[in-house]
């Protein structure tokens, strides 16, 4: 396969087809209001990305409930006040030509106290003095991810992402460390699984037939087990209940450490299972032409883009030009996020990141 693949277009199960490979992955910026309003840097952002030629973008981890929160300035769809700013970016996103996504998030027991946030852990062991989320509390977030859908789709989103990655709650429920729950969102990993399976198919539900579901997720780290999630991605691709996985590596090219699936790459764990039509993609360390082209070699039917997005917004129309094209190297400075478009306030987020921002600049 060549770099050329990349901008053949790519069908859904649900919705209309991508117009190429490359998705905008998820990034939270913290530029919105206080109240999760998207804020005029939000749509500056989204109207440039929109410009780029992406196939699909996402956007950045948004509160289904304001108790859900993990960051300042985080994207909310937890309201109706929300719906003006999100229609804005839905709107310009479709102008652009590219699908759109709203990633819908929940921090479980990592929401923030101090941001207005309601810690909500699977386990009563997790936090000290905070009690495990009972059954009806579990079955009302999931109605909230479904509300949340409901407005994305409101808002004229193509579909949403549902967040099931990072230890957030959904990740946090799968994972045998976190949850030792013995009611039904406990126990076994079919029982783990539940709550996921039920945000998934409640969306599906109350959405319809021509909303895209994606379904972010990623291996390492809160005691998640590569097996289990493979199973899992098996049963979701098997029964068809989502439009894409999406992969969330910090490195696409990770090998398996230990277990079974030593040795291999994590990537090809799953992209090993058959897809049903479901699609797969995988974000991680994605900062050349040439890597994203060795993806759909590896398996992969589209990539995702975060860091080489931030650095050169348009990363898909750089690779059409280009099929050589190699993202800048790191750390840059403060002055060259500037000039390509970065609000001060994202640049700030960005100096959080390690080896991105040059220090003093
Ligand atoms: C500034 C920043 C914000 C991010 N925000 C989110 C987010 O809101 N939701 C999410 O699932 N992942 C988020 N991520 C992870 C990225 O989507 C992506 O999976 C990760 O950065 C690996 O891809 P990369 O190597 O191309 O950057 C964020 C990453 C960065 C750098």
């Not at 108790?67 to 937890?78: C, D, M, N, P, S």
């Not at 999100?86 to 921090?107: E, Y």
């Not at 729950?181 to 539940?194: F, I, L, P």
């Not at 280009?322 to 609000?343: C, K």
């Amino acid at each position: 396969m060549s770099v050329s693949d990349l901008f053949k277009p790519l069908t859904f199960l649900h919705g209309s087809p991508m117009r190429n490979r490359f998705m905008m992955a998820p990034l939270t910026s913290q530029q919105s209001d206080f109240d999760g309003t998207a804020s005029q840097y939000d749509q500056f952002w989204m109207e440039q990305l929109a410009q780029s030629g992406y196939g699909l973008i996402q956007t950045s981890a948004s509160t289904v409930e304001a108790g859900a929160i993990a960051f300042e300035r985080q994207l909310g769809i937890h309201s109706d006040k929300h719906l003006p700013g999100l229609t804005k970016i839905a709107t310009a996103i479709r102008k652009g030509g590219a699908l759109s996504a709203v990633q819908l998030h929940h921090a479980g027991h990592r929401a923030v106290l101090s941001l207005g946030g309601i810690p909500a852990p699977a386990s009563g062991k997790t936090l000290k003095n905070v009690k495990a989320l009972s059954t009806e509390g579990v079955e009302r977030v999931r109605d909230s991810f479904i509300e949340a859908a409901k407005r994305a789709k409101l808002a004229g989103f193509d579909g949403v992402s549902v967040h099931g990655a990072f230890g957030w709650i959904l990740s946090e429920f799968l994972s045998p460390n976190l949850n030792d729950r013995t009611d039904k969102y406990g126990g076994n990993v079919e029982n783990r699984a539940r709550f996921t399976m039920e945000v998934i198919e409640g969306i599906r539900k109350a959405c319809g037939s021509d909303f895209q579901i994606g379904w972010r997720l990623s291996i390492e780290r809160y005691g998640l087990r590569l097996e289990e999630l493979r199973e899992i991605t098996a049963a979701i691709f098997d029964k068809q209940l989502i439009d894409y996985l999406d992969l969330a590596l910090w490195d696409s090219a990770q090998l398996v450490r230990e277990g079974s699936f030593q040795g291999k790459t994590m990537l090809s764990v799953f992209t090993e299972l058959p897809r049903k039509g479901v699609r797969l993609g995988a974000a991680g360390k994605i900062m050349s032409a040439q890597r994203a082209g060795e993806l759909l070699d590896e398996g992969c039917d589209f990539v995702l883009i975060a860091r080489a997005g931030i650095l050169q917004r348009d990363f898909p129309l750089q690779v059409k030009a280009n099929p050589m094209y190699d993202s800048p190297q790191l750390p840059v400075t403060a002055d060259f996020l500037r000039e390509g478009g970065l609000s001060e306030r994202f640049i700030e987020t960005m100096r959080g990141w390690q080896t991105f921002v040059k220090p003093g600049s």
